[in-house]
């Protein structure tokens, strides 16, 4: 059994990276920097990234406060945030499954389970956390017991 969304996707992790001389990107604009390194350019907004640390996302540089899901506006560079991509939009993954995931019913109580709610599968079955349950004693088992 494991705890997780309906219909889990994998999407990409954007990757901090610490400026240096030899980073390059196709298509971007590059100009030096104070001390001769490469300066890249924003993806966000438009601007030159002069700060020590900077996202790599898409193939395109980011400032790590531009990077931002286009429905909630959380930063994606944060530490084990994962980015999801569609129909032209950045979004992080709870965005992503609201407006394209799957839905699916709870195998306990045969309510509809929204795409962004956390579920918990046992083999084929996938349950509301708050039904998933001993089918013998009905026990209920809450995150930290499992």
Aim: with cysteine; charged share 25%.
């Amino acid at each position: 059994m494991r705890e997780g969304f309906p219909g889990d996707e994998e999407g990409y992790t954007p990757e901090r990276t610490e400026r240096g001389d030899k980073m390059t990107m196709d298509g971007s604009k590059s100009e030096p920097g104070k001390n001769g390194a490469t300066q890249q350019e924003c993806a966000g907004c438009g601007k030159a990234i002069t700060e020590r640390y900077l996202l790599k996302a898409l193939d395109m540089f980011w400032h790590e406060d531009c990077l931002k899901c286009g429905c909630c506006d959380c930063r994606l560079g944060e530490v084990g945030s994962t980015l999801y991509t569609k129909a032209n939009l950045i979004l992080c993954k709870r965005d992503y499954l609201r407006l394209f995931g799957n839905t699916g019913h709870c195998a306990a109580c045969s309510k509809v389970i929204p795409a962004f709610e956390m579920v918990m599968r046992a083999r084929t079955n996938v349950y509301h956390l708050e039904c998933f349950a001993c089918q013998q004693c009905n026990h209920r088992y809450v995150r930290t017991q499992i």
